[in-house]
């Protein structure tokens, strides 16, 4: 079993929707948890760190699930620009990833 | 900072070659990481080094696989003799610490195509 599962979607959704992702994890003694955003053929990027409840940025909320084993990631007002494939990572000793969840925003 | 530069960018290869990908981390970062990534398996870790020593290299597939990390501004992974199946981008990336608390940069990534 892998240790980070995702939905791969893929999630269409028009502009100005709210989608949310979740991610569940397998090791419960993790402490950090990030979301990473990659575009098709580039290399993944930080979006954000999640930590004890979660985290916010702009249109963007993390949370964090301890007892059930996931996070979450909410994006509000999506945008075309938000396309792109939402990875969940975990921290155990390095980062383990989940295979991302695709996102796809339509005018 | 020009980031963690990646060579090359693109490799096609025929089976049972030597192939080596090569990783210039960012100044600084004590930690370098080489993942694989696939459509089926998504984003595996293969190895990462601190100060250049491999800590943890449980992820590498086969004895195929080799890396190494001679001082902290170089390290390359070596795959010898290659196989299709290990067609993958290969994305090196660095860090301050093993969590990721300031996140884990990567470099633009190597496509390999082993035909």
């Known amino acids: 079993r892998k240790e980070v599962e995702q939905d791969p979607g893929p999630f269409n959704v028009p502009e100005g929707a709210t989608v949310a992702f979740n991610c569940t994890y397998s090791?419960?003694?993790?402490?950090?948890f990030f979301w990473y955003r990659q575009d098709c053929r580039k290399e993944p990027k930080l979006l954000m760190s999640?930590?004890?409840s979660g985290n916010e940025d702009g249109r963007f909320t993390a949370q964090l699930n301890r007892a059930s084993q996931y996070i979450s990631l909410l994006i509000r007002d999506s945008k075309l620009s938000d396309s792109a494939t939402y990875l969940c990572?975990?921290?155990?000793?390095?980062?383990?990833f989940g295979k991302g969840t695709t996102l796809s925003v339509s005018s | 900072d020009a980031g963690v530069i990646q060579s090359p960018r693109h490799e096609v290869t025929e089976m049972g070659q030597e192939v080596t990908l090569r990783c210039k981390p960012i100044?600084?970062?004590?930690?370098l990481f080489w993942y694989r990534q696939t459509m089926m398996r998504g984003l595996e870790l293969l190895i990462y080094?601190?100060?250049?020593?491999?800590?943890?290299d449980s992820g590498m597939p086969e004895d195929r696989f080799s890396a190494k990390m001679p001082n902290a501004s170089f390290s390359t992974l070596k795959i010898q003799p290659s196989e299709p199946r290990d067609s993958a981008v290969y994305f090196c990336?660095?860090?301050?610490?093993?969590?990721?608390?300031?996140?884990?940069?990567f470099g633009s990534g190597t496509r390999l195509t082993v035909v």
């Open positions: 990336a660095s860090s301050f610490s093993v969590t990721g608390v300031d996140g884990y940069t």
């Open positions: 090791n419960s003694a993790s402490q950090s």
């Open positions: 999640v930590y004890s």
């Open positions: 990572g975990q921290a155990g000793t390095a980062l383990i």
């Open positions: 100044s600084g970062h004590d930690y």
């Open positions: 080094f601190n100060n250049n020593v491999p800590i943890d």
